[in-house]
């Protein structure tokens, strides 16, 4: 075994130098460099920076409304991972290492088939090759479930790496094309050890994948998104189309990938490298969170992402492409008041907190969080045990010239102001982008629900129907997920057309433990500080049913008792993917 050591860590393979802590992948926000980088990203970069070791009733959210018995819960919640594959590991002279968490999670499905994926530590054993070092044997962040019988069960296993390679850095998403296949888009590295975006192929309904396809090495690249859907030219053929954010010297890039043979062979450009702006309310040289979509009878493509600016709003922006991606233009949204045409002004949600100094810490970050201040702070930012990072990725769908834009916003107008709450804000389009309906709340007013975050939007075949799921904290710090429903075409979202998707409410875990001065530990060393609910959920319909699931702290673990481990002994929740089927008419 080849081992590499940095910080008097060992790694069982090399890889190449990637951003560590340069400074790449953040923006200024009112003189604190926020940071931008996906959980995989920054775990890709620490390898480098210090060796890279180590059945239900319908209820409404609205307390005393009735739920429409055209929505109706199928079965309960299931939960979708395999627990049994999570794992603790105890060496002497080290914190414990529990491997506990799954989330960030999308969906897609087929008839019956049904796969759900996933970021998950289950699968990064260890090894103790010296008194004073550990080594990972590999790390597979990228895991997925697959259900054959319409979610009744599921079967769970880790996407495979490119051949070579013992890594793959999560941040992934899964497709389903026409005539059945899935494809899984995620981060990882090559065989020599470059940073790729990459792509797997499961033929016979998610059961099992092909090895990665690269689609890039980009030493650079973080937050990558898939979508399938016809080429609008050859409308019998599936084309498929990778975006990503490639973090460079002179800022963020928007690159793409195309392939139009299954995902064999793909060409690559860059779409959009926006220079620095010297007025801090326009949109500057960091962007991130795109996710492209194919429209099912058009094939023509979108591309929403986030772009950033140095100010409390940041925009929205959407490229659109007739030709199978060889040319892209924005769309306008001529929103009232707004600096650019082509841009919706949006300020994220969460409270700006220090998640963690140092090389393995979370950086500042936007999160929502339960329980006290612990203080100490850099920059006088507060800091909470229990945090969940929050950003801000459009969630988009599209048909037939129909367009339909959500997001969460805050309700504050000052970035990651402590007092901001945030909600669901959604828009839409009858003429392909030419205009726009005014922003609209899509989540109903609860005085003791305090944020709605991180949505995900879905549509079927049935032009009228839209679904909006997201999750929403209560006062008491708890979390639920919901999902709101539109029967005509997005004009309106009714209360008595929410339902709440989670049978119980959870709790966030211990993910901003203190260290020594400005370092932090999330409870699951192999994640970092402030990571929790992942940075989306996942949400698809089909098959006349809509299809959700999330990252959920329901279930617990408890601590090794261990006298280097600070919060030894303690009992706290832990993330599982769940999983629930709805009938929305």
Known sequence: MTTWKIAGIFCAASVSVLLADTGLGKVNKKGIDLDLRSNGRAAADEMVATGGIVTLDEVSPV?????????????????????????????????????????????AAYGKNIVATYNTSANQPLVQ???????????FFSGFSTSNDGGETWTSGFIP??????????????????????????????????????????????????????????????KEWIAVGPDPGTKNRDNLYVTWTSFQSTGAQLRFGRSTDGGATWVTKTLLAPPTNPNPAMPTNALQFSAPYVDPITGRLYVPFLHFSNADADF?????SDDAGETFSFLNFNVPGAPIASGVPAVQ?????????????????????????????????RRFVRSARMVMQPAFAARNGMLYLAWPNSTSPVFGDPAGQSNILFMRSEDGGVTWSAPMQANPSVATDIHHVLPALAIDTDPNDVHIAYYTQHSDG????????????????????????????????????????FNTT?????????????????????????????GDGRNSVTEPVNSLDPISGQTHPQQDVFFQKVKAQ
């Not at 309960?76 to 991972?81: P, R, Y």
């Not at 390679?165 to 497709?175: R, Y």
């Open 522 to 550: 999330n409870y699951d060393r192999t994640v970092r500080p402030c990571y929790n609910l992942g940075e989306y959920l996942g949400l698809t319909a089909a098959n006349g049913s809509v299809y959700a699931v999330w």
């Open 161 to 222: 790496p490119v051949p070579g390679s013992i890594f793959t850095f999560g941040d992934g998403v899964v497709a389903a094309g026409r005539h059945g296949d899935f494809y899984f888009s995620g981060l990882g590295t090559d065989a020599l050890g470059g940073f790729t975006i990459q792509v797997n192929k499961s033929n016979d309904g998610g059961r099992t994948w092909s090895d990665a396809v690269v689609v890039q090495q980009d030493n650079g690249g973080d």
């Open 129 to 139: 090759v010296s008194p004073t070092s550990l080594a990972f044997v590999r790390r």
């Open 349 to 381: 949600p969460g409270e700006l907190c220090d998640c963690g100094g140092g090389p393995t810490g979370g950086g500042f970050r936007l999160i929502i969080h339960a329980g006290a201040n612990i203080g100490g702070g850099r920059f006088g930012l």
């Open 478 to 517: 708890t979390i639920d997920v919901d999902l709101a429903n539109s029967h005509d075409r997005g004009q309106s979202f009714p209360a008595d057309r929410t339902v709440r998707l989670s049978s119980t409410a959870s709790a966030l875990a211990p993910t901003n433990i203190p260290l020594t001065g």
């Open 63 to 107: 307390p005393g409304e009735s739920v429409v018995p055209q929505i109706q819960l199928r079965g309960g919640n299931v939960q979708a991972n395999d627990g049994g594959l999570d794992n603790i590991q105890v060496f002497t002279g080290f914190r414990p290492y529990v491997k506990f968490t799954q989330s960030e999670t999308t969906v």
């Open 316 to 320: 929205i922006r959407v490229l659109v």
